[in-house]
Nanobody
Framework: VQLQASGGGLVQAGGSLRLSCAAS????????MGWLRQASGKEREFVAG????????RYADSVKGRFTISRDDGKNTVYLQMNSLKPEDTAVYYC???????????????????WGQGTLVTVSS
């Protein structure tokens, strides 16, 4: 399984970014997909997830109402639209593949077994 994340960069507080993650090597449409992040000196944390059908999403409390996860199974791609960015959103963002045929989106990082290389998001104040 290969996951290629892109779209990170430097943005001012209040700005927006859209992350993309292209997947290959697995039947993309069968799996939960997630975005997780790791800030410098901190543990990796769950940000957002979407189940295999796209019918269920889940967000960390810190990003709820500002971030939106979506998926395009025709393109084997998952997206993270990030609005109203804050300096505390600065981190390396990883996309990851989770469980198969599961309607429930896990917030546990260990539930995601394949990870992309990460893309850096820096939010300046």
């Amino acid at each position: 399984v290969q996951l290629q994340a892109s779209g990170g960069g430097l943005v001012q507080a209040g700005g927006s970014l859209r992350l993309s993650c292209a997947a290959s090597g697995r039947t993309f449409s069968s799996y939960t997909m997630g975005w997780l992040r790791q800030a410098s000196g901190k543990e990796r944390e769950f940000v957002a997830g979407i189940n295999w059908s796209g019918g269920s999403t889940r967000y960390a409390d810190s990003v709820k109402g500002r971030f939106t996860i979506s998926r395009d199974d025709g393109k084997n791609t998952v997206y993270l639209q990030m609005n109203s960015l804050k300096p505390e959103d600065t981190a390396v963002y990883y996309c990851a593949s989770g469980s198969r045929w599961n309607s429930i989106v896990s917030r546990t990082t260990s539930s995601y077994d394949y990870w992309g290389q990460g893309t850096l998001v820096t939010v300046s104040s």
